[in-house]
T-cell receptor
Framework: ETGVTQTPRHLVMGMTNKKSLKCEQH?????MYWYKQSAKKPLELMFV???????ENNSVPSRFSPECPNSSHLFLHLHTLQPEDSALYLC??????????????FGPGTRLTVT | AQKITQTQPGMFVQEKEAVTLDCTYD???????LFWYKQPSSGEMIFLIY??????QNATEGRYSLNFQKARKSANLVISASQLGDSAMYFC????????????FGAGTTVTVRA
């Protein structure tokens, strides 16, 4: 596997379910991100992890719970979601703030539908 | 206030022609970086090109070039010799300051290349 992978690619869940999104990066990066992309809205940054430590929580509701066990893996645990949480969830990684450009590399996303 | 503005929601371009996608940004930082990403219908965000605020030359990557006009706070993407595979959503993004790796994204421009 190369780059950034995300599983599952599609997920349909009820409002009372608990599910998790997984992201894995094979680039040796130190920073990982979760973004939410809703229709007709710019990408919204949700969480940032740098060297496994959470450095940003962009006022995300507690029904979204991130976990970063190591620099290569990032999870987003979901519980009691609302229909407005239906969106494309994108994971990204970057070399971290010690580099000059900080370009982020994205995974293919998980298309989440909450029913 | 919106940090990144993309005023063109959608554009059509003929195959083999060039197309310019507009992006203006708003920042008071002296050090910042500008990025363009491509998002095909598959969902993955693909990094295209980067321009640093102190870079004197406009960035180029293959058929992509960034027309950086610092005084106008403009960072337009030019795609030369358009191909059918260029049909996608294009996002402009900005990183502000040194040591900060968060990106602010614009709303995107949809490009459709016609044969």
């Amino acid at each position: 596997e190369t780059g950034v992978t995300q599983t599952p690619r599609h997920l349909v869940m009820g409002m009372t379910n608990k599910k998790s999104l997984k992201c894995e990066q094979h680039l040796g990066h130190n920073a990982m991100y979760w973004y939410k992309q809703s229709a007709k809205k710019p990408l919204e940054l949700m969480f940032v992890y740098n060297f496994k430590e959470q450095t940003e929580n962009n006022s995300v509701p507690s029904r979204f719970s991130p976990e970063c066990p190591n620099s290569s893996h990032l999870f987003l645990h979901l519980h009691t979601l609302q229909p407005e949480d239906s969106a494309l969830y994108l994971c990204a990684s970057s070399p971290g703030p010690q580099t000059a450009t900080y370009e982020q590399y994205f995974g293919p996303g998980t298309r989440l539908t909450v029913t | 206030a919106q940090k990144i503005t993309q005023t063109q929601p959608g554009m059509f371009v003929q195959e083999k022609e060039a197309v310019t996608l507009d992006c203006t940004y708003d920042t008071s930082d002296q050090s910042y970086g500008l990025f363009w990403y491509k998002q095909p219908s598959s969902g993955e965000m693909i990094f295209l090109i980067y321009q640093g605020s102190y870079d004197e030359q406009n960035a180029t990557e293959g058929r992509y070039s960034l027309n950086f006009q610092k005084a106008r706070k403009s960072a337009n993407l030019v795609i030369s010799a358009s191909q059918l595979g260029d049909s996608a959503m294009y996002f402009c993004a900005m990183r502000e300051g040194r040591g900060d790796y968060k990106l602010s994204f614009g709303a995107g421009t949809t490009v459709t290349v016609r044969a």
